[in-house]
C-alpha cells in the first residue's frame, strides 16, 4: 500500500525567501505526481503534475522535481510572497489511485 | 467551465439522521471519488467510481454509502451519521486512462452533533 510522507509538517519564512517542501512515497511504481494548494477552509488547487516520465515540471516561481528511484518528490518555491500562505499537498497515484500526504502548512511572513 | 460542484457546502445535523451530499461534474469524466479531509492525516479515500454503475470501496467506507446512476452524479449518503464522521468531503472526478489531474469540488464542511 502506498504511503506518501510530507516533511516539514509546517514552515515559516520571511517573505523573499526560497524555500523546498519534501514529499516521499514508498511505491515507485506511479503514474504521476501532484502538487496542490490548499486554501483555508477552500477546496484543492492543482499546482504541477509530474507524469512518471518527467523529472521536472516548472509553473511561475515554482518547481516541482521527482526522482522516482527514490522515492522523492521537492516543491521549490521561490521569491516566497505572503500570498504563497498556504497548505500544500502531495498526491501520488497509481492507476486511478490517488494517495494524500498529510500536508505542508506554509507561512509566508511579510 | 469545467468544474465540480459540491452540495451543500455545510453541514450541521445530529447523530443517526440520514442524509446525502451531492456531487456533480460536468467534464464527462468516467472516473469519480470522494475523500475525507482530517487533521494531520491528510485525504483518505472514502468511495471510488470507474463508471456509471461500477463502484468501490477507498480507503475508509465504513458508515457511507455511494451510487452512480448517472455518470455526472456521484452522491455520497450517510445512513446514520456519528460525531466521527465529523470531517472535510471532497469530491474529485478525472477521466480514466489520463494521467491527468483530478479535479476537485469545493468540499462539504459536516458536523455531526
Known amino acids: 500500500k502506498q504511503e506518501v510522507t510530507q516533511i516539514p509538517a509546517a514552515l515559516s519564512v520571511p517573505e523573499g525567501e526560497n524555500l523546498v517542501l519534501n514529499c516521499s512515497f514508498t511505491?515507485?511504481?506511479?503514474?504521476?505526481l501532484q502538487w496542490f494548494r490548499q486554501d483555508p477552509g477552500k477546496g484543492l488547487t492543482s499546482l504541477l503534475l509530474i507524469q512518471s516520465s518527467q523529472r521536472e515540471q516548472t509553473s511561475g516561481r515554482l518547481n516541482a522535481s521527482l526522482d522516482k528511484s527514490s522515492g522523492r518528490s521537492t516543491l521549490y518555491i521561490a521569491a516566497s510572497q505572503p500570498g504563497d500562505s498556504a497548505t500544500y499537498l502531495c498526491?501520488?497515484?497509481?492507476?486511478?489511485?490517488?494517495?494524500f500526504g498529510a500536508g505542508t502548512r506554509l507561512t509566508v511572513k511579510p | 467551465e469545467a468544474q465540480v460542484t459540491q452540495n451543500p457546502r455545510y453541514l450541521i445535523t445530529v447523530t443517526g439522521k440520514k442524509l446525502t451530499v451531492t456531487c456533480s461534474q460536468n467534464m464527462n469524466h468516467e472516473y469519480m471519488s470522494w475523500y475525507r479531509q482530517d487533521p494531520g492525516l491528510g485525504l483518505r479515500q472514502i468511495y471510488y467510481s470507474m463508471n456509471v454503475e461500477v463502484t468501490d470501496k477507498g480507503d475508509v467506507p465504513e458508515g457511507y454509502k455511494v451510487s452512480r446512476k448517472e455518470k455526472r452524479n456521484f452522491p455520497l449518503i450517510l445512513e446514520s451519521p456519528s460525531p466521527n464522521q465529523t470531517s472535510l468531503y471532497f469530491c474529485?472526478?478525472?477521466?480514466?486512462?489520463?494521467?491527468?489531474?483530478?479535479?476537485f469540488g469545493p468540499g462539504t464542511r459536516l458536523l455531526v452533533l
Open positions: 498526491a501520488v497515484c497509481n492507476n486511478n489511485d490517488m494517495r
Open positions: 511505491d515507485s511504481a506511479i503514474y504521476n
Open positions: 474529485a472526478s478525472t477521466r480514466v486512462g489520463d494521467q491527468e489531474t483530478q479535479y
